[in-house]
Every structure is written in C-alpha cells, then in structure tokens.
C-alpha cells in the first residue's frame, strides 16, 4: 500500500513521491517528487527527502536529516539527529553482493543478511560517496565527496578518498579545524575548542 498524497497532518508528500502507508513521517518533513519511503521506515521530525532518493524498508532517519537527491538508503541503515546524506551518496547493505545463488538460482530476501550503515548526531556525508556496510560514521563527522567509506570514521574526522582516510578534523560547524597547541584544536568560524588523545577528537570542556 502507497500513499501519494500528503494525508499526513503536518507532513508534505508531494503527488508523485511514492511513500508507504507503514512508513512513519515526523512532523514538519517533506517527501520531493519521485522519492521513495518504504514500510516500516521512520522518518523523525523535520527531515527532508529529495528528488528521487531512496529510504529502505524500516530504515530510520532522526530528527532535521537531510536526505539530497537520488541518494540511495538501503536497509538497515540508522541514521541520527541532524545528519545530511548528499546527492547520490549510496548506502550499502551487502557484504558479497550476488544476484543468484552458486546454482545459478535468484537470490531472494531469504538468500543474504542485511548490514547496515550507521550514521552518528550531525555527521555528512558528500556527493557521490559510498559507504560500504557495514560501516559507522561517528558524530559530526565529514566524509568528501566521492569518496569510498570501507572503515568505521572517528567522530569530528574529515575523511576522503578512495579509500577514505582521515585528513582532517572538523568541528560542529565542518569547517576544518586550525592546531591550537599541546592537542589542542580551535575552530576558525566558531572559536569553539577541541582536544586529540590517540587519534580520537573530543570537544573540551566548557
């Protein structure tokens, strides 16, 4: 069962978006046109699904996500508050992808197990990157457009490439962050400050 009209209270599902009636939509979200929701997906509270994007069977968005044109969310994925999923990013779901079986049969559902990317609090992720499942992109992270995700990224890193490796750090704002002294990392834009121990990125102390 589909639903392509807006009957959502407080929810705009343009005519020819293809959302359906198990999804749940928080309000204040917007479905573009040719975008598909499917059952059991839930979509948090002012989240935006653009043009001809993809949200996966019982997928879960949080809170002010945005999800860009055409990009392709595969279940499971779990993406939190306040994360941006660029213009025909891929999330995969798949650890050795096939369309049959070793006998040469068509795979069904029953055939493979799902994995899943998870996208942590206000992370992004550029245009035409793929994240290879199973994969965790941590908290305000950034990953570069074009970029293959085959790692888990730390929180705060700024990764990019293929693969993607960490090349810088960023802060809420993801402007790159400026080396402040004795671990320590500022932010140009916001002046907020940030300390590094092995490699892993925390905001100090207020």
């Known amino acids: 069962m589909t639903s392509a009209a807006p009957t959502r209270p407080g929810v705009r599902i343009v005519d020819s978006a293809d959302v359906d009636d198990r999804a749940e939509i928080g309000e204040g979200s917007s479905v573009w046109h040719l975008a598909q929701v499917r059952e059991n997906a839930v979509l948090g509270r002012n989240c935006i699904v653009g043009r001809g994007a993809y949200i996966g069977t019982g997928v879960t968005l949080g809170d002010n996500c945005k999800i860009q044109n055409y990009a392709l969310v595969y279940e499971p994925a779990v993406l ?19 369309a049959v079986n070793p006998d040469g049969s068509l795979k069904s559902g029953h055939d493979w197990e799902p994995v899943g990317v998870t996208i942590r609090e206000g992370a992004s992720v550029g245009a035409r990157a793929t994240c290879v499942a199973p994969v965790t992109i941590g908290r305000w992270a950034l990953v570069a457009a074009g970029s293959v995700v085959v790692k888990d990224v730390p929180d705060f890193a700024l990764v990019a490439g293929v693969p993607a490796r960490r090349i810088r750090w960023v802060g809420r704002a ?33």
């Open 80 to 98: 939190e508050a306040g994360v941006f999923v660029g213009p025909a990013v891929v999330l995969t779901n798949d650890h050795y992808p096939r």
């Open 174 to 206: 993801g402007v790159p962050l400026e080396p402040a002294g004795e671990g320590q990392w500022v932010c140009p834009e916001t002046g907020a400050r940030y300390v590094e121990n092995d490699d892993t990125l925390t905001e100090a102390p207020a």
